[in-house]
DNA sequence: GTCTATATTACGATAGAC
DNA sequence: GTCTATCGTAATATAGAC
């Protein structure tokens, strides 16, 4: 067994409490004040455990990456059918962004000011690439329509997707993660109108 | 005739400016000085025209909610069935983000720090509740699918909406205003899905 | 209307005691 | 690991000349 946990921060306890600041304030809305407030600490106690504002921010972002680009490694988002496969790709998404929401959302907020902001938004590009790429998979196969362009169509379904962080709370009783992901890929696959 | 168009900044001119700034770095990114670099005049000189960096962002923020209210006192939107209001409304949303884009980019960024930016806040839930109900109709009169939830399928649909201002850029050969507008049509009302 | 100069406050980060 | 005190810089905004 390890010590008991302790009432100390680490990185890691730090961090969770600036990313929710973050995304509430915004990344540039919050000063290190602000930070200290909120976890209860003076601001240099706060350079004890990171060595500045933007590594929390990296840190915090690095997290989101991390969870988006595993989905692309996991077995159903490799083999089979690319209509199959983005469906797949979809679900993931929204359990992800729903899992590390706190995370991807700041992510998703990330504007370019910084050396660390500008790395997280080509780390985002790329992984929309990826799904970009999948979703003409589908259209050659046939399988989705294709009189919407593919990069449009792409970056609407994104925006459905990563519309979620600006709403979606975990509030106990409100919507499972599993409710949230099968809306979507209702929405995404089969919009509004009514089946015939 | 008025006297011919002057060299000069008005207030009017001075936020055209300070909005582009304003979206490229975020307002709480963006300082006085930012502005009057983007300007070409002193920060001084800026508070001739304005009270200062909140009345620009006040002045963004209304033009952009006219802009969106102004579709609902439309007679496309007030008058026939529930649907097709619906449908001509989410068709006039993506012309007024793109016709009004910095703007409206700027209202859908908005944190909630300053009263500006809680009054904003305000104003854009009244409008979605608004378009929540319009959806909630069509659904009540049976014309759009009822296995989704209203308001998650009304945050899912202003969420695509709103994301082509994270994208969409009127260089000259890009896509139009229309292109985009019939490509969300389609997709919140139809799906990816190719039609049977 | 625009400028330079400056007041004043807030910010990120460090020094050094405990 | 946490604190108080403080440094140097950058922020919003104003004063007053031209």
């Known amino acids: ?63 989101a990456l991390d969870g988006l680009f595993g989905i692309l490694d996991e077995e159903h988002a490799r083999g089979g059918h690319a209509a199959e496969r983005l469906e797949y790709v979809v679900r993931r998404m929204v359990e992800v962004l729903i899992g590390d929401l706190p995370y991807v959302t700041l992510l998703l907020r990330v504007r370019g000011n910084t050396d660390t902001e500008r790395w997280a938004l080509e780390r985002r ?4 690439h990826q799904v970009a790429e999948l979703l003409r998979a589908a259209a050659a196969d046939g399988d989705v329509r294709r009189d919407v362009e593919g990069r449009l169509a792409t970056r609407l379904v994104f925006g459905m997707i990563n519309s979620i962080v600006e709403w979606y709370r975990p509030d106990g009783r409100g919507m499972s993660e599993r409710e949230v992901a099968d809306a979507v890929v209702q929405l995404v696959f089969g919009g509004l109108r009514k089946d015939a």
């Open 1 to 63: 067994m390890t010590t008991a946990k302790r009432d100390t921060y680490t990185p890691e306890t730090l961090l969770s409490v600036a990313v929710q600041v973050f995304n509430d304030r915004g990344y540039d809305g919050t000063s290190m004040e602000h930070l200290s407030k909120a976890a209860g600490i003076s601001k240099s106690s706060i350079y004890h455990h990171v060595a500045g504002k933007e590594e929390l921010l990296r840190r915090a972002v690095s997290r």
């Open 125 to 128: 590009r790329d992984f929309d």
